[in-house]
């Protein structure tokens, strides 16, 4: 198979019997000018990793020079239940949707190698796939391929899925038929930047990530700011406000994986229980889940937090086990626990 027409179509075709929603084409385009002002600002705080290989994550050829196409997937992972349901009940944690399963990273990668391993065997052509793991702007790079384009909270979304899904990408040395970018449709709305906890918009298209919840308890190492704890609420791991309020989620489409789906123990994790996990306990409770690379202190400290924001006077003793705890930045979070729940009922 030669014809680029013909190739592409054949591959859309077997991206849909993978698993895939939407697969689209783009050329190799730079973006680089946006990170750079993100990263001039000190936008990304501490993930220096993105300060790094700049060149090559603004600019697919800079990675690849051979690279003559880019196809961008789209995975998708909707909610079976409303997704911050959660944030009422102050007693247990809320762990993002896109955490709730199995880790996106493998699912993922798993399909598009063998989408790629397809594609190779009937063109000859070089690949090299993605999914969050390079230096690759996966957003722009799919919005160029026409799969959707970045609403005002920065994420992609489309008008026949929502904005609950991953993104993949394959670059290819093939010479594909090239899809029309997406134009952007968000119009006058702007509730994703209004109902941000932290305000960690300073404008349409303009995150910090420094405030930004997703971040703060993923990202982050040591104490967060203190202004910014109160604020995170129970969230214990990422961050959906802004993604659930999308007007154009009433287009989302059921999951096809199901390893997406919720596991029970993680859909409304006792607080109790979290803070009491030892480096072993989290290994086991987070097998097979992206969590499991925070790693116990990161979540026993965003576990603090929630339970400083609780309001649950019973949930001092729990904090208070963790005050002489081995590692500062949890310690602090516990002394900072116990303030907070003291402040909120002062007779107790
Ligand atoms: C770093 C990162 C983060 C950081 C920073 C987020 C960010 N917005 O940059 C943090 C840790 C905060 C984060 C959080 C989340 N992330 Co994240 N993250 C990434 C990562 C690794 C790189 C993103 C990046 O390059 N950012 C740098 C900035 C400069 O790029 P940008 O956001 O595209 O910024 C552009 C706009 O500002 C634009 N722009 C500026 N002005 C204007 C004006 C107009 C009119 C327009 C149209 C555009 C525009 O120009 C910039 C450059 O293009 C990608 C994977 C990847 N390799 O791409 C996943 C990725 C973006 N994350 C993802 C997810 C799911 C999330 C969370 C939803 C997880 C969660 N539930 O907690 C949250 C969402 C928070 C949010 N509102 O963005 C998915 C998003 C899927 C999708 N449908 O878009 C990705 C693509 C991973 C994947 N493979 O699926 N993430
Ligand atoms: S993920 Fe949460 S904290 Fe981050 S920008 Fe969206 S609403 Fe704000
Ligand atoms: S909530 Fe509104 S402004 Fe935000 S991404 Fe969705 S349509 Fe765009």
Same mark, same amino acid.
């Given at each position: 198979? =030669?014809?680029?027409?013909?190739?592409?179509?054949?591959?859309?075709?077997?991206?849909?019997?993978?698993?895939?929603?939407?697969?689209?084409?783009?050329?190799?385009?730079?973006?680089?000018?946006?990170?750079?002002?993100?990263?001039?600002?000190?936008?990304?705080? =501490?993930?220096?990793?993105?300060?790094?290989?700049?060149?090559?994550?603004?600019?697919?050829?800079?990675?690849?020079?051979?690279?003559?196409?880019?196809?961008?997937?789209?995975?998708?992972?909707?909610?079976?239940?409303?997704? *911050?349901?959660?944030?009422?009940?102050?007693?247990?944690?809320?762990?993002?949707?896109?955490?709730?399963?199995?880790?996106?990273?493998?699912?993922?990668?798993?399909?598009?190698?063998? *989408?790629?391993?397809?594609?190779?065997?009937?063109?000859?052509?070089?690949?090299?796939? @993605?999914?969050?793991?390079?230096?690759?702007?996966?957003?722009?790079?799919?919005?160029?391929?026409?799969?959707?384009?970045?609403?005002?909270?920065?994420?992609?979304?489309?008008?026949? *899925?929502?904005?609950?899904?991953?993104?993949? $990408?394959?670059? =290819?040395?093939?010479?594909?038929?090239?899809?029309?970018?997406?134009?952007?449709? +968000?119009?006058?709305?702007?509730?994703?930047?209004?109902? +941000?906890?932290?305000?960690? @918009?300073?404008?349409?298209?303009?995150?910090?990530?420094?405030?930004?919840?997703?971040?703060?308890?993923?990202?982050?190492?040591?104490?967060?700011?203190?202004?910014?704890?109160?604020?995170?609420?129970?969230?214990?791991?990422?961050?959906?406000?802004?993604?659930?309020?999308?007007?154009?989620?009433? @287009?989302?489409?059921?999951?096809?994986?199901?390893?997406?789906? $919720?596991?029970?123990?993680?859909?409304?994790?006792?607080?109790?229980?979290?803070?009491?996990?030892?480096?072993?306990?989290?290994?086991?409770?987070?097998?097979?889940?992206?969590?499991?690379?925070?790693?116990?202190?990161?979540?026993?400290?965003?576990?603090?937090?929630?339970?400083?924001?609780?309001?649950? $006077?019973?949930?001092?003793?729990?904090? $208070?086990?963790?005050?002489?705890?081995?590692?500062?930045?949890?310690?602090?979070?516990?002394?900072?626990?116990?303030?907070?729940?003291?402040?909120?009922?002062?007779?107790?």
């Amino acid at each position: 198979m =030669t014809d680029p027409g013909e190739i592409t179509r054949a591959l859309k075709a077997r991206a849909e019997e993978e698993g895939f929603a939407a697969c689209g084409i783009g050329g190799p385009e730079a973006f680089g000018a946006g990170l750079e002002a993100f990263v001039a600002d000190g936008r990304h705080g =501490t993930m220096a990793w993105m300060a790094r290989r700049m060149a090559e994550r603004g600019d697919p050829r800079v990675l690849w020079p051979e690279v003559r196409s880019v196809v961008m997937l789209a995975e998708v992972y909707t909610p079976e239940e409303a997704p *911050l349901a959660g944030l009422a009940h102050t007693d247990r944690g809320v762990i993002s949707v896109y955490a709730r399963g199995k880790d996106y990273h493998d699912l993922v990668k798993k399909r598009l190698k063998r *989408l790629g391993r397809w594609f190779v065997e009937r063109t000859g052509a070089e690949i090299k796939v @993605f999914v969050d793991t390079a230096p690759v702007m996966e957003k722009p790079l799919a919005q160029a391929a026409g799969l959707g384009w970045q609403g005002k909270h920065t994420n992609l979304l489309s008008r026949d *899925l929502g904005n609950w899904f991953f993104l993949g $990408a394959i670059f =290819t040395t093939a010479e594909l038929e090239r899809d029309a970018p997406e134009q952007e449709r +968000c119009g006058s709305c702007r509730r994703c930047l209004d109902v +941000c906890p932290t305000q960690a @918009f300073d404008g349409p298209w303009r995150l910090d990530a420094r405030r930004c919840i997703s971040y703060l308890t993923i990202e982050h190492e040591g104490p967060v700011p203190e202004a910014l704890r109160e604020k995170m609420g129970n969230r214990i791991y990422g961050c959906d406000d802004c993604l659930a309020v999308c007007p154009w989620n009433k @287009f989302a489409v059921s999951a096809r994986e199901i390893g997406y789906a $919720a596991r029970a123990e993680l859909r409304a994790p006792r607080l109790a229980d979290l803070a009491a996990l030892d480096d072993a306990g989290f290994r086991e409770v987070f097998s097979g889940s992206p969590i499991k690379r925070i790693g116990r202190n990161r979540m026993v400290r965003n576990v603090l937090y929630a339970i400083g924001n609780s309001g649950k $006077a019973q949930l001092a003793a729990v904090a $208070a086990r963790l005050v002489r705890d081995e590692d500062a930045t949890v310690r602090d979070a516990a002394e900072w626990a116990l303030r907070r729940l003291a402040a909120a009922s002062p007779g107790q």
